[in-house]
């Protein structure tokens, strides 16, 4: 087998040591780096990996693919997990596995590895998704398996190795961040009694500090897809940029949850999703509007499937291609706009129209001339509760 291995490289002080310790093990390490919307890899990072034994390094914007592929299924789908979470960081990992995968086929290698730990969700997602692409690669997980027990441990071994780190001080918490969010968890954080201190969030206002005026948006969707932001046409990276910015100031887009997560635990997790909070309320509202009440319902309770398959890194099955099939037909009406209000951490949606839209004032009116026979109604209740007459 091909001593080659392709590392998901971060550049932090766990995938810097991962480089190291495969080194050390007789395998040639090719350092991988995605850009998901954290941000381009700095330049030390990139050098660290060298430093520290890589014999190459990756580097892959992955930013459109993202949206296009992953957000975006996510959005239309309504893929909201245990009622709170966005799914940010879950929608990541099948991407960047994917494409660690692909660098993994182009150097022949014959291993891939991760620096996630045994406690939590990224191991399962990276691990199932890399088997999906190509059983053929063994995993390789690092963390699971070394002696290190302890930061200043991995910080020791890179010094015996006269491996030149400089990191900036720690933060008490864990911290995930992409495109579409931000995963913050450890710290006083696991205390689920505590309330999350404010340094615990990077990118949403307090509802006391935004801005006393709020703001309206409108977003128009084409067959379920964001295409316009307050009548201005826009990619979808840079609808959710700047939609991102313009929530977060208005203190839209945080959320705490207690988490169950795949491996059996609960967590206590804390996320920011501006961009994704207010996308996901205006889609939702426009289907409300363009679905008939029997596909709405169908589809409301297999976002609720759609939602565990990607927390539990089960992206490439042939169920989440089902369901992205039935996704999609039901996209077609989803066409139209909605105007929402952002204020002191509030989202409310305000007004929406479409083409396809189902409502009908002439129906609906409790005013002079509405269509409406109610004279069928005595009937139709009748009939609608024939079966269960003397059921109780």
Known sequence: ?????????????????????????????????????????????????????????????????????????????????????????????????????DVAQQKRAGAVAHGCTGKGNDQVRFEVSVRALDPRLQVVAPVREWEFRSRAEELAYLKRRRIPIQLKARSLYSIDENLWGLSIESGSLEDPWTEPPADSFRWVNTPREAPAKGAAVTVEFQQGVPVALNGRRLGLVALIERLCGIAAEHGVGRSDLIESRVVGIKSREVYEAPAATVLTEAHAELERLVLDRGLLHVKQAMALTYAELVYDGLWFTPLKAALDAFVNETQRRVTGAVRLKLHKGVCQVVGRRSPHGLYRKRLATYGKGGAFDQSMAAGFIKLWGLPYEGAA
């Open 1 to 101: 087998m091909s001593r080659t291995i392709v590392l998901a490289y971060s550049g932090g002080l766990d995938t810097s040591v991962c480089v190291r310790w495969l080194a050390d093990r007789g395998w040639r390490v090719v350092a991988f780096m995605a850009n998901v919307g954290q941000g381009e890899p700095e330049r030390d990072a990139v050098r660290r990996a060298k430093a520290a034994g890589a014999a190459a390094v990756v580097v892959r914007d992955l930013r459109r693919e993202f949206a296009r592929d992953y957000i975006l299924p996510s959005l239309k789908a309504h893929a909201v997990y245990e009622g709170k979470y966005l799914l940010a960081t879950a929608l990541s990992r099948p991407l960047i596995a994917k494409h660690l995968v």
